[in-house]
């Protein structure tokens, strides 16, 4: 009975997550706690009120800006409420009112969370990858997968440990080579090498535009963890993204 409507209510609770999110990725790195002092501007330090709180509304409506101070608001965090809420609904939509739908939304929290901190530090941190191997693993038990997830962890594994030992850490950072084995336990064996494939291609797609726009230098470093993380979505989610170029061959390899 609930099915029905059980995307949109993980779609709002996930918003609600998403601005814990921002919290969490505003306050940790600066050793801040996240529970005090309450939500406030981090620029005349005025506490909000409930209803400046309210994921992505509250921001529409004081139109991007703090109201006492007028300071901006970066869009960022809307943006962090929408791709949670998304995630939760997918995750809803895919795996339903069931364990492994509740392990699903806790993982793309997890990593919501690794990809914006990467973006911000070019790091991730086992804080943060801990609980998503602990969450993979518990997904890949609640689809009854354990065994193909231990097979998928250690296929994405060694592919970016081999990266990591042969580029002698230049390639690809340690927390690259655990954050994909992490993921791996929530994935089949198959799924899980594709990802490692799907993620080069996701850096090539960015990183291609971005030095051609000249905002950074080829010296410069990118952060691989989000493109890790969209191509752990695509298999997810999505695996027809991946497979389906095959699958088209292997029917035209067929028919002749």
């Not at 601005?19 to 939500?39: C, H, I, M, T």
């Amino acid at each position: 009975m609930l099915q029905p409507y059980a995307p949109y209510v993980a779609g709002a609770f996930g918003m609600l997550v998403g601005s814990f999110l921002n919290v969490v990725l505003y306050r940790v790195p600066r050793g801040e706690s996240v529970v005090f002092p309450a939500s406030h501007c981090p620029h005349c330090g005025r506490t909000l009120r409930a209803w400046e709180n309210v994921p992505v509304v509250s921001w529409l409506l004081l139109r991007g800006r703090c109201r006492s101070c007028k300071a901006p608001i970066s869009v960022r965090y809307p943006l962090v409420e929408l791709l949670t809420g998304a995630l939760f609904a997918l995750a809803a939509l895919e795996f339903g009112v069931t364990p492994a739908g509740l392990a699903a939304c806790l993982l793309c929290a997890v990593l919501a969370a690794v990809l914006f901190f990467d973006l911000d530090h070019l790091l991730i941190p086992d804080v943060l990858v801990i609980p998503c191997a602990l969450l993979a693993l518990g997904l890949a038990v609640a689809k009854g997968a354990a065994l193909s997830g231990l097979e998928s962890a250690a296929a994405a594994g060694g592919i970016f440990g081999i990266i990591y030992i042969v580029t002698r850490g230049r390639g690809m950072g340690l927390g690259d080579v655990k954050l994909a084995t992490a993921i791996g336990f929530a994935l089949p064996l198959a799924s899980g090498v594709a990802m490692a494939a799907a993620s080069f291609v996701v850096g090539a797609i960015v990183a291609i535009p971005v030095l051609a726009a000249g905002s950074r230098g080829r010296r410069d470093a990118l952060p691989f963890g989000p493109f890790l993380i969209i191509a752990a979505f695509a298999l997810l989610f999505a695996p027809q993204l991946a497979f389906g170029p095959f699958d088209a061959y292997r029917h035209w390899i067929a028919s002749l």
